[in-house]
């Protein structure tokens, strides 16, 4: 079998993926921590790119890389800027969660299909089917829109009552005006 | 002259440019990358965008917080409602088909989509701009010299 | 025509060789250079012109079509942000009172102060 030299580019976005999240875990200040995530989201999704995921890739960078990042600061100025080193004794129980789900993840990892395998689960049911009859039931070019607005229009209803229910508790917790008005009324 | 001078000229000079593209994202949906979901938030980070740099007060302005509360029942209201309207034409909930006679090309389909993507687009925006407005609002104001 | 695609290739190859060198002089800079200002300026070179020439080359290889229509603006774009955000990054460090590193206003060392030697 002849070696894809593209594979190279997903283990170099993988490995700084990697860097990029211990980094995350071992600062201590909240802002580098909060911009390293938006990195962390903007590798994710020249990530995606490279796998030709294009859609999420897209609403990867735009949500994660970009919106995210602002809300993440917005909240960050409201607590303080370095985080409270964790005790010892949380440190063990984290670390005992961590290796158990990690040694459940290495144990599927015998389950996973190969990547691109033409057999596996995610292209052998539904989706061929989806990318088969969207020229004739839909008609609309772009299969990921004909999946996610037409066949799953129920799911992405319920995305949308969820963003909707999300914001709504927002605005019933915090409030849309803000701390000075508020102090100016009194 | 302001210190920000330049941050003000090229903010307006680019926010209308994103949110013509946050536009062209949602109706270009059908063709290429992109959806309502994406839509929203590039138009709502246009607004943040004018919020950072012209301040929060002048943002409330342009998009006023009872606009923001309009628009994000007025999304989940359209998605449903267009739902609504396929039950009343006598088809399944959500069956774009019988929005437009036109079967073959299923133009339905399209008007369908494109009303729905308009539903996720008008919620995410909002609710986006609404956990802004929430956040920054309540944040202290810093001083020049903490950054 | 042969000629013409043949001079086409080999402009946009060393566009994007020249665009390719900017970006990994601005990558080393950011590593290598002393104090924020300079690194700055580094990073400046990277996201400014290296990228704007690695897009002029991706639209010479895209001739004329739509697909370069649209990295025109992603090259009109980028001309504007960057050079924004550097400037914008600077503003904030210099009104936040960081000094940039001048070398003949230093102190001396301690290590170099206990020798008697006038500075």
Not at chain 1, 30 to 38: D, E, I, N, S
Not at chain 2, 43 to 54: G, K, M, P, R, T
């Amino acid at each position: 079998m002849e070696f894809d030299w593209t594979q190279l580019l997903d283990y170099a976005l993988m490995a700084m993926l990697l860097a990029v999240g211990i980094a995350i875990v071992r600062l201590r200040n909240l802002f580098a921590a909060v911009m390293l995530m938006g990195v962390y989201s903007l590798l994710s999704a020249a990530w995606f790119v490279s796998l030709d995921a294009v859609d999420v890739a897209f609403t990867e960078a735009a949500v994660g890389a970009g919106i995210s990042t602002v809300l993440m600061l917005a909240a960050m100025l409201l607590t303080a800027r370095e985080a409270e080193p964790v005790k010892a004794a949380r440190h063990w129980a984290a670390l005992v969660v961590v290796s158990v789900a990690g040694a459940a993840l290495f144990y599927a990892v015998g389950d996973m299909p190969v990547y691109g395998d033409p057999n596996s689960p995610a292209n052998s049911y539904v989706g061929m089917d989806y990318i088969t009859s969207t020229p004739n039931e839909i008609a609309v070019p772009n299969v990921v829109t004909a999946v996610l607005a037409s066949y799953r229009g129920f799911d992405t209803f319920g995305e949308t009552v969820v963003i909707f229910a999300a914001g709504l508790g927002v605005m019933l917790l915090l409030g849309l005006r803000g701390l000075k008005k508020k102090e100016e009324q009194k | 002259m302001n210190p920000h001078l330049v941050l003000r000229v090229v903010a307006k000079l680019l926010i209308p440019l994103i949110v013509v593209f946050g536009l062209y994202v949602h109706f270009h949906g059908d063709y290429s990358p992109g959806g309502g979901f994406q839509a929203g938030v590039i138009v709502a980070s246009a607004v943040i965008l004018y919020s950072l740099i012209f301040g929060l007060d002048s943002a409330k302005r342009a998009v006023p917080t009872w606009f923001v509360k309009f628009l994000a029942a007025f999304g989940v209201l359209l998605y449903g409602g267009t739902g609504v309207a396929t039950w009343l034409l006598g088809a399944n909930y959500l069956d774009y088909d019988v929005l437009h006679p036109d079967l073959s090309h299923h133009t339905g389909q399209h008007i369908g989509i494109i009303l729905v993507e308009l539903g996720v687009l008008s919620t995410v925006f909002a609710v986006m701009m609404a956990i802004f407005y929430a956040f920054a609002g309540r944040a202290p104001d810093i001083p020049e010299g903490e950054w | 025509m042969e000629i013409l695609l043949l001079i086409r290739d080999i402009a946009s190859i060393a566009l994007m060789a020249v665009g390719i060198i900017f970006v990994l002089a601005g990558a080393i800079g950011v590593v290598r250079l002393p104090d924020f200002y300079t690194r700055m300026h580094a990073a400046g070179v990277t996201d400014t012109l290296g990228a704007e020439l690695i897009v002029f080359s991706l639209i010479l290889q895209a001739g004329f079509t739509l697909l370069a229509a649209k990295l025109l603006l992603v090259g009109f774009i980028l001309f504007l942000t960057s050079p924004t955000a550097t400037h914008a990054v600077a503003n904030a460090a210099h009104r936040a009172g960081l000094n940039p590193l001048l070398s003949r206003h230093q102190p001396p060392h301690p290590r170099d102060a206990g020798n008697g030697e006038a500075p």
